[in-house]
């Protein structure tokens, strides 16, 4: 999962040097860390939140087959 958000990241922003995902486990809870250039935050969190929130959505169905909550966390 780390890898898919690297990935859909990676393609929305200018600087896909400066993404990177950490990935933080507990037991069934996993929480991904996304962190992008400055100026590319707007793009990754989208209009109203909608880019972020579609990814979010993607991550769920995702997890859903792990059985595992998956938390999408962008930092600046």
């Given amino acids: 999962m780390k890898?898919?958000?690297?990935?859909?990241?990676?393609?929305?922003?200018?600087?896909?040097?400066?993404?990177?995902?950490q990935e933080i486990k507990a037991q069934q809870t996993i929480v991904l860390e996304l962190r992008v250039a400055k100026e590319d935050l707007g793009k990754v969190i989208g209009r109203k939140g909608r880019t972020a929130q579609a990814m979010r959505t993607i991550l769920s169905c995702a997890s859903a087959k792990e059985q595992k909550r998956v938390i999408l966390e962008i930092v600046e």
């Fill in 3 to 21: 890898e898919l958000i690297k990935l859909m990241a990676k393609a929305l922003v200018d600087d896909p040097e400066k993404v990177d995902v």
